[in-house]
């Protein structure tokens, strides 16, 4: 489900609190054939990656609730993420090292060796993705959802 934030679009799940972890709670998310848009054939594709069945994630509650109780197991919560973090994730993992791969492949290719086009493509296609786990290491709890609500 979409919601208008301030100026910003958010992609909405609702879960179940199933458990803690020392930074927050774990919350069971319901599997969902795809958002509204993806029903009316709008959506960004995402309907047919979904899962099928529900899975479970642990979700880090933000410093300004401490203080405040924690969601009790089997209450209905609200995770918030900005669909400009799901299409920035999308590009950086699949679309960075593919293109680093094909440009790398095409300057590859004007060698007279056969095989070092395939080589550099997908020597520079693993490279570029082991390096981007390792970059994005550090950031990644900013393309994870956010606490939004606790029923």
């Known amino acids: 489900m979409m919601l208008q934030g301030a100026d910003k679009q958010l992609i909405e799940r ?20 795809g958002c509204v848009q993806c029903a009316k054939g709008q959506g960004c594709g995402a309907g047919l990656l979904a899962r099928r069945s529900a899975w479970q994630l642990a979700v ?4 300004d609730r401490e203080g405040a109780s924690l969601p009790a197991v089997g209450s209905e919560v609200t995770l918030v993420m900005p669909r400009s973090f799901v299409t920035r994730l999308t ?8 293109l680093m791969a094909l440009v790398t492949a ?9 095989w070092l086009a395939p080589s550099l493509f997908f020597g520079v296609l ?7 786990k390792y970059a994005l290491g550090q950031r990644a709890e900013q393309f994870r959802p956010h606490l939004a609500d606790a029923a």
């Open 14 to 33: 609702r879960g179940r609190v199933v458990g803690y972890h020392p930074q927050g709670i774990v919350v069971e998310v319901a599997a969902s054939l």
């Open 91 to 98: 590009w950086l993992i699949y679309g960075l090292p593919l």
């Open 126 to 132: 693993a490279v570029s993705m082991l390096g981007l």
């Open 106 to 114: 095409a300057v590859g290719s004007m060698s007279a060796v056969t």
């Open 60 to 63: 880090d509650l933000p410093s």
